[in-house]
């Protein structure tokens, strides 16, 4: 009795410490180590590598002017969806249909076993019905990242869940007279409300790309301290043994109480550092994806937390939580299988990204939305810039930085840029998602590396919001695209912020320098696609869909590729 009374102790006071102190820290150790991440990639940014300096192509004194007159077309939202749209919405909601069916495993079995540890002589089927609508609330959260691009999106989604949850109350309350509104919400609150807090601690923006493998760490090293601490305390003799050593090292209690915890902590950081490898392996070898760890991470906190008061009917229950992320995880597996999302293209398009890296969180916004749609039919290449920095960080990127490796990440010369490009990831992750491809570079290889990418690129978009004279860079990635890619797969953004007047002008300037060589010479029309992009990103996300798909549905363009056609 006395041990069932002890590891219960435990579950239900030692493991919510637990969660909690590891989740607080998560957030602040998140964010510092992203900012030394974000000083690192600057500082090597800056440096030099070995390519020497980019070849200049033929300078324009060699060749005439185009004859064409180039062209701006400011384009919008277009009537009807193209075929791509066609292609991502099948994607994602065959990926959400997955997830939804693992939640409502993961719901079941929850409730289940609420059920089971309640007793009763007979299966109540509108008490199961409430307990399976209370725990779907990771559902969906779950849906909700996935496909919500915008405030309102994930308003509706929350909306319905919360709508569906009122109608089984009310049929609950119905039907039980003793059953009160206040009785209901407490109990949701109690089921979600915590682990619902400690979710905003490690998927807030600034810290989501890592925050799944910082919290996996701080849980890990935070029970290590804790472990110390109990065998310290589990005896008399080991106390006074913890007291002794403590004494010869010029320590007192409390010192030496310091001490218990900081040795369990590190003797746990050897084992939360395998943890992340792993991670980081799998990652690598495309066993899972970025979305597929973060959602992983939230249903298991989930579990974790919900199945604390399951404790309280012996410590055995705890595991209901681990029982049913189980069920979730192995219907995601299957359900991806069974879905087809891993048969997607292996040769999707391929979408380079450019912009003004002074941009900061907008560049961090668009991101966001195109990840969530355009990776459902391709990959995104782009080089890696301030602006982010620390929103497209992978898992094995990460780990290279903790481990003092992040140098190895920068591409030296040619040919390091060309064994990365031949090693990139283009096909999908299990779960049908596309990834983005940062090239990261020095001062003297981000030009070497920008042309490479741009002729392999299927469609180009550049980001010109805030785009002025004093974006030298930019000037160049603009002659480039000029001079080596067809416009009609060049799409511009602008808004208010961008100095339309300059940039125009600087457009017809560059053009009239086109290289001897530019598939653009021969066009008898040839003009630029631009599209105003406002100040909400997700209200023009058919207007990009659209034009950038378009040369991509009309042939199939690169080497290898495959026309998207909704068939």
């Not at 109990?187 to 400690?198: D, G, H, R, V």
């Not at 392999?456 to 004279?469: E, G, I, K, Q, Y």
């Amino acid at each position: 009795m006395a041990a069932t009374t002890d590891a219960t102790l435990i579950t239900t006071g030692m493991l919510p410490m637990l969660l909690l102190a590891s989740a607080a820290l998560t957030a602040p150790v998140s964010i510092a180590l992203l900012a030394l991440y974000r000083r690192a990639v600057l500082r090597s940014m800056a440096s030099s590598g070995t390519a020497g300096p980019t070849p200049e192509r033929e300078s324009s004194d060699r060749a005439p002017p185009p004859t064409s007159a180039l062209a701006f077309e400011f384009v919008d939202t277009p009537a009807s969806a193209p075929a791509a749209s066609v292609l991502i919405r099948r994607s994602l909601w065959r990926a959400a249909l997955v997830y939804a069916v693992a939640g409502l495993c993961y719901a079941g079995t929850l409730g289940g076993a609420w059920m089971i540890q309640a007793g009763g002589d007979s299966f109540v089927p509108m008490r199961f019905l409430w307990l399976l609508s209370c725990y779907a609330w990771p559902t969906a959260l779950g849906i909700g990242m996935l496909l919500a691009v915008s405030t309102r999106q994930r308003l509706i989604t929350a909306g319905v869940y919360f709508a569906l949850l009122f109608a089984v109350a009310v049929g609950a309350i119905v039907r039980n007279d003793e059953l009160t509104f206040a009785e209901v919400a407490t109990f949701w609150l109690l089921t979600n409300a915590p682990a619902t807090a400690l979710l905003l601690a490690f998927l807030h923006r600034r810290v989501r790309a890592v925050g799944p493998l910082v919290l996996a760490f701080m849980v890990l090293v935070v029970t290590g301290s804790q472990v110390a601490l109990s065998l310290v305390g589990s005896s008399e003799s080991a106390m006074r043994s913890a007291i002794v050593a403590g004494s010869a090292v010029g320590l007192g209690g409390v010192g030496t109480f310091v001490a218990t915890l900081v040795i369990g902590a590190l003797a746990a950081t050897a084992a939360g550092w395998q943890c992340l490898k792993w991670l980081g392996h799998r990652h690598r070898e495309r066993r899972s994806s970025d979305q597929a760890l973060t959602l992983d991470a939230m249903w298991l906190l989930f579990g974790m937390v919900q199945s604390i008061t399951f404790a309280f009917a012996g410590w055995a229950w705890i595991f209901t939580g681990i029982v049913a992320f189980g069920a979730y995880k192995s219907v995601t597996l299957v359900g991806f299988h069974a879905a087809g999302l891993h048969r997607a293209s292996q040769n999707g398009a391929s979408l380079l990204l450019l912009r003004v890296f002074a941009l900061g969180a907008l560049s961090g916004e668009l991101f966001d939305v195109l990840a969530k749609r355009w990776m459902r039919i391709g990959d995104i290449s782009m080089i890696a810039g301030p602006d982010l920095a620390t929103t497209t960080i992978e898992p094995h990127e990460f780990l290279d930085f903790v481990g003092g490796r992040l140098s190895r990440q920068f591409v030296r010369d040619a040919d390091d840029l060309g064994s990365r490009m031949q090693t990139r990831a283009l096909g999908p992750d299990p779960d049908g998602r596309y990834r983005a491809n940062e090239f990261f570079c020095h001062a003297d290889t981000w030009q070497m590396a920008m042309q490479r990418i741009a002729t392999t690129a299927d469609v180009v978009l550049m980001d010109l919001r805030s785009f002025s004279s004093g974006n030298q860079g930019c000037q160049y990635e603009l002659q480039q695209l000029i001079d080596i890619v067809p416009l009609e797969r060049v799409l511009l953004l602008i808004d208010g912020s961008t100095d339309r007047d300059f940039l125009l002008q600087t457009l017809q300037t560059l053009w009239s320098r086109a290289a001897p060589d530019s598939p653009n010479r021969s066009q008898p029309d040839p003009r630029l696609r631009i599209v105003d992009i406002g100040r909400h990103v997700e209200h023009v996300i058919p207007s990009l869909l659209h034009r950038l798909s378009a040369p991509v549905e009309a042939s199939g363009i690169g080497d290898g590729r495959v026309t998207l056609r909704s068939s």
